[in-house]
């Protein structure tokens, strides 16, 4: 599962991947891309596995993290504090001489009450998966209500220095063993997926197209999605516009575009590989391995790929 999103609030957005009691990871993997993002948090260009560092803060949730935060109790009187200021005079010692003075002061005001909340201190380690890929971890965390705050912490802590993490089991199984897709695509939910619930994931996307073009659309997704596809993306970058229904066993992957007058694009296993490109690559380069023209014979080409 990966979350590509600017923050969560609560554990709903990750409570179907992982059971009650159980033990996961948040982290990151393609630690390659990151590398600016990497220097900026502290960690060391050579990547060491078990190399650690708590993340140096690049905005209010790793500051929080570092550095801890105040609670201010506004349901209490308002007490005196004071603020250190660096004050600066000149000194008279006669009508020539002149001395630039300066000290630090305490400017008392009155405030509300503040309780200072301890810094989770939440560690980043490079740690590694069995195929030898490393990737960022954070500590191990049990999965419960009880929890929620820290689990909840940790996931915005990636959010905000890598904008978005993925889950693995406490051994650094992935929890949901499909690939990856990045740059281009963001991966919706894995397994069998109705078509109404698919309908309402892609809502978003399909309401870009013009409202003539719509029902044509969402036509062909439906027919495609009656053969249980087990692999969903939709799509970003040079690939804007276009949701892939995937069917891993067959090693067959459709890229339908939302835009009226195009294509349906098929692609083998190599679609990790190809995923990394723009449509222009892909279509100079003849890498699909079918092309689908949206012409009369489309469901009879559809029916006739997928039914192998």
């Not at 044509?216 to 690939?239: C, S, T, W």
């Amino acid at each position: 599962m990966l979350l590509d999103q600017k923050r969560i609030r609560s554990l709903s957005s990750i409570k179907k991947f992982v059971k009650d009691g159980n033990k996961f990871i948040v982290g990151v993997q393609g630690i390659a891309q990151f590398a600016d993002k990497l220097n900026r948090a502290g960690l060391s260009a050579d990547l060491t596995v078990g190399e650690t560092i708590l993340p140096a803060p690049v905005g209010p949730i790793s500051l929080y993290n570092a550095e801890g935060k105040y609670l201010i109790r506004r349901d209490l009187p308002m007490e005196k504090s004071y603020s250190s200021r660096d004050w600066h005079w000149k000194e008279f010692n006669g009508p020539y001489d002149r001395v630039e003075r300066s000290k630090i002061v305490d400017v008392p005001h009155n405030r509300y009450p503040r309780v200072f909340i301890e810094p989770p201190s939440i560690e980043l380690s490079i740690s590694v998966l069995a195929d030898k890929q490393k990737v960022i971890v954070g500590p191990v965390l049990e999965f419960s209500e009880k929890n929620e705050k820290m689990i909840v912490h940790v996931v915005n802590l990636f959010l905000e220095l890598f904008g978005e993490c993925q889950f693995f089991s406490s051994d650094l199984e992935p929890i949901v063993n499909i690939p990856v897709k990045r740059l281009n695509w963001k991966i919706l939910p894995p397994g069998e997926m109705p078509w109404n619930q698919l309908k309402r994931e892609i809502d978003p996307f399909i309401r870009k197209a013009p409202k003539g073009n719509q029902p044509v659309i969402l036509y062909r997704l439906e027919m495609i999605n009656k053969y249980q596809p087990d692999f969903r993306a939709v799509g970003h970058g040079g690939f804007n516009g276009y949701i892939v229904l995937g069917f891993q066993k067959k090693k067959i992957f459709t890229l339908e575009s939302i835009f009226y007058g195009n294509a349906t694009y098929v692609f083998g296993d190599n679609w990790e590989e190809l995923s990394k490109k723009t449509k222009a690559e892909i279509l100079n380069e003849k890498l699909q391995k079918e092309r689908i023209i949206h012409r009369e014979g489309w469901d009879k080409n559809i029916n006739q790929l997928l039914k192998k």
